[in-house]
Antibody, heavy 118, light 107 residues
């Protein structure tokens, strides 16, 4: 079964840092681009970041650029999101999502909740 | 950046109704348009990609159309399990963007 499982979400103070992980299983992780998407409580979906196969290209939403860093470890079938200088508005459920070719995100994790609050 | 505007933002419908949701892009995106369904507390699920290709396992009552800047998602006969929020997303360029969502509720 193709599966993605996020972890690392917790309560963190404004200005703090956090690293999210996403473990993939049941597929050839290295062959897929990966994405992070977030959803603030009661709000819509917001694309956060993209990393290509072999990490040759990365992209970020303007709202997180310079504060968040996406990376991957294909040997460990894992995706990461390093989040620094966290703000209240970063509070959200963070999903990792597998890219299927260039056409859609076909597999999503269950999400991990990040709460930024003092 | 490409903005996606969905309409309506909210709709109330009955089981058996035909439902159409529109997604308009601020710039042309060819057919790089995806539709997702999301239920409360759950991750989004892909319904339609490349504007009109139905994802494997998705019921045939779901269909998509459009090209360029205007796209539609149609549910031919609304079923109880279809009450959810629907989002469009463009994969034509970065940053990827989503529409604001359309919540479909029971009348």
């Amino acid at each position: 079964e193709v599966q993605l499982v996020e972890s690392g979400g917790t309560l963190v103070q404004p200005g703090g840092s956090l690293r999210l992980s996403c473990a993939g299983s049941g597929f050839s992780f290295s062959n897929h681009a990966m994405n992070w998407v977030r959803q603030a409580p009661g709000k819509g979906l917001e694309w956060v970041s993209y990393i290509s196969v072999r990490s040759s290209a990365v992209y970020y939403a303007e709202s997180v650029r310079g504060r968040f860093t996406v990376s991957r470890d294909d040997a460990e079938n894992s995706l990461f999101l390093q989040m620094n200088s966290l703000r209240d508005e970063d509070t959200a459920v963070y999903y990792c999502a597998r890219g299927y070719s260039t056409t859609h995100y076909d597999t999503w994790g269950q999400g991990t909740l990040v709460t930024v609050s003092s | 950046d490409i903005q996606l505007t969905q309409s309506p933002s909210f709709l109330s419908a009955s089981v058996g109704d035909r439902v159409t949701i529109t997604c308009r892009a601020s710039h042309g995106i060819d057919n790089f348009l995806v539709w997702y369904q999301q239920k409360p507390g759950r991750a989004p699920k892909v319904l339609i990609y490349a504007a009109s290709t139905v994802q494997s396992g998705v019921p045939s009552r779901f269909s998509g159309s459009g090209f360029g800047t205007e796209f539609t998602l149609t549910i031919s006969s609304l079923q109880p399990e279809d009450f959810a929020t629907y989002y469009c997303q463009q994969l034509n360029s970065f940053p990827r963007t989503f529409g604001q969502g359309t919540k479909v509720e029971i009348k």
